[in-house]
C-alpha cells in the first residue's frame, strides 16, 4: 500500500513537471509571436512622442497591450485624459470576466497574493493558466507566475526593441507583424474550447467583435463580445451540455 501510495505521488510530481514544461513552451512561444505586436506597439508609441523609457515603463505599470495602443493613439490626437481614461477601461472590462474565470481557482490565496496577479493578468496568461488549470484538475499557481512572469518580462522587452527597430520598418502591418500575436490567440482559443459552450461563446465573440469593430469601432465590439459572448456559451450549456 506505501509503495503504491509514493508510485501515485512519484506519477502525479511527473505530471505536474510535464504540464509547467508544456505551459513553460507555450509561454514562450507567445513571447515570440508578440515581437511583432511589440513592434507595431512601439512603432505607435515613438510616432505619438514617446521616449523609449516612456514607452517602455508603460508596459511595466499599464501592462495591457490592447488599452496602451488605445492611449498612445489617443495621446497623439491631443484627446483629454477623462476620454483615454474612459475607454481604456472599456477595452480592459473583459479582465473583470477573466477574474470571474479564475476567482474559483483561487480562492484560497492571500488579498495580496490576488491583488498581485490581478496586475499581471493578460489575456494570455489568462489563456495559459486556465487551460493548465484544467489539464491538471486543480490550482496550480507556481504555474500562474511562470505563465505571467514570461509574459511579464518579454512585454517591455519586445516594447523597447519596437521602439529602436521600429523605424526600420516603415510599415510593419505590410509585413503581417500586426496579426501575428492575434492569430496566436485565436489558436490557443481552440485549444481551450472543448465543447459545445466554449465553441458558441468563441464564435459569438469573434463575429460580435468583427462586426462591432466595423460598424461602431473596436473598443465596443470587444466589450460587447466579452459580455455577450458568455451569456451564448451558458444558454448552449443549459441546452443538455455541461461545460468541461
Avoid: C, K
Avoid at 481557482?105 to 489568462?126: K, P, Y
Avoid at 505571467?148 to 512585454?155: C, E, P
Avoid at 462591432?212 to 466579452?226: D, L, M, Q, R
Amino acid at each position: 500500500m506505501i509503495e503504491q501510495g509514493a508510485s501515485a505521488t512519484g506519477s502525479s510530481n511527473e505530471d505536474l513537471g510535464a504540464a509547467r514544461r508544456d505551459l513553460v513552451l507555450a509561454s514562450l512561444a507567445f513571447a515570440v509571436s508578440g515581437v511583432g505586436f511589440g513592434l507595431v506597439y512601439g512603432l505607435a508609441a515613438r510616432e505619438a512622442g514617446f521616449s523609449l523609457i516612456e514607452a517602455t515603463s508603460m508596459s511595466v505599470f499599464v501592462f495591457a497591450g490592447a488599452a496602451q495602443f488605445a492611449a498612445v493613439g489617443l495621446i497623439a490626437d491631443s484627446a483629454g485624459w477623462p476620454s483615454i481614461v474612459f475607454l481604456t477601461a472599456l477595452l480592459n472590462a473583459r479582465h473583470l470576466l477573466y477574474s470571474a474565470a479564475l476567482a474559483p481557482w483561487l480562492a484560497g490565496r492571500s488579498r495580496l497574493e490576488r491583488a498581485a496577479m490581478a496586475h499581471v493578468l493578460t489575456d494570455e496568461t489568462f489563456a495559459l493558466s486556465l487551460a493548465h488549470f484544467q489539464r491538471l484538475g486543480r490550482t496550480d499557481v507556481v504555474g500562474y507566475w511562470l505563465a505571467a512572469g514570461i509574459d511579464g518580462l518579454s512585454w517591455p522587452i519586445v516594447t523597447a526593441v519596437g521602439v529602436i527597430a521600429g523605424q526600420l520598418i516603415p510599415n510593419p502591418a505590410q509585413l503581417g507583424l500586426d496579426v501575428v500575436f492575434p492569430a496566436a490567440m485565436a489558436g490557443l482559443a481552440v485549444t481551450i474550447a472543448t465543447g459545445r459552450p466554449e465553441v458558441a461563446a468563441a464564435v459569438a465573440g469573434a463575429a460580435l467583435a468583427i462586426v462591432g469593430g466595423i460598424v461602431v469601432g473596436p473598443a465596443v465590439s470587444i466589450v460587447a463580445g466579452g459580455l455577450l459572448a458568455p451569456i451564448v456559451g451558458l444558454l448552449f450549456e443549459r441546452d443538455g451540455e455541461p461545460s468541461r
